[in-house]
């Protein structure tokens, strides 16, 4: 059986939209699992799992992409107790797979507006995803096609 995996874009004002993977508990509804680099070109990013994440309690804008399908046996739904919990620790096949690409680190002009950030995190990981076989390349067109500003 296969899980919808989701590319999901956050408004971040006049600077670049920030990018995350969204997989729905149970691949349903709005709490699930939120994968990202998070940080910023300034300090450094690092990749965080934000479990129970629901977007009931969203307040930025943001939209939802379809990125890809991936079977099952890859994903596992860490609910714990309900409660939102931010880890680094991988807890399955798919986390792991993160956890091999290295977020963008500090970089020497964090104000030039091509410094590495959470974007090309995300354009790396789903590279590493298709090299893998856990996606179809035509995931890359998501990417490409997503917005870089919301």
């Keep these: 059986m296969s899980r919808a995996i989701y590319l999901v874009v956050f408004s ?83 986390e792991s797979a993160a956890t091999t690409v290295a977020p963008p680190g500090k970089s020497p002009n964090p104000f030039d507006p091509k410094a590495l950030n959470c974007q090309d995190w995300i354009k790396a990981f789903v590279e590493k995803l298709i090299a893998m076989g856990y996606i179809d390349d035509g995931s890359t067109t998501v990417v490409q096609d997503a917005p870089r500003y919301l």
């Design 12 to 94: 971040n004002g006049s600077k670049p939209a920030h990018w995350a993977i969204w997989i729905p508990t149970g691949n349903a509804g709005a709490k699930g699992k939120l994968m990202h680099a998070t940080g910023n070109p300034a300090t450094g990013f690092f990749l965080e799992f934000r479990r129970n994440y629901d977007f009931e309690d969203e307040t930025r804008r943001y939209k939802v992409i379809e990125l890809a399908q991936v079977s099952d046996k890859y994903i596992a739904d860490t609910v714990g107790n309900g409660e939102l919990i931010n880890e680094t620790t991988a807890r399955d096949r798919f």
